[in-house]
């Protein structure tokens, strides 16, 4: 039997347009709350907060 994967792939969306523009992996059983960081957004031109969608 092999290991139980404890990451979890997230995709990240900016929170003024709502696009998804990253993805990254998250430890979920280290952390259980959203995840949220500020990134470029394309769209917007500008750093904006980014939280982790369902």
Same mark, same amino acid.
């Given at each position: ?6 990451? @979890? ?8 347009c709502?696009? /998804?523009? &990253?993805?990254? +992996? @998250? ?10 960081? /500020?990134? &470029?957004?394309? +769209? ?11």
């Open positions: 039997m092999g290991r139980r994967k404890m990451r @979890k792939k997230v995709v990240l969306a900016c929170v003024e709502a696009s /998804r523009n &990253y993805s990254t +992996n @998250k430890n979920s059983s280290i952390n259980s709350e959203r995840l949220e960081a /500020r990134k &470029y957004c394309k +769209n917007c031109g500008k750093h904006t907060l980014h939280r982790e969608t369902k």
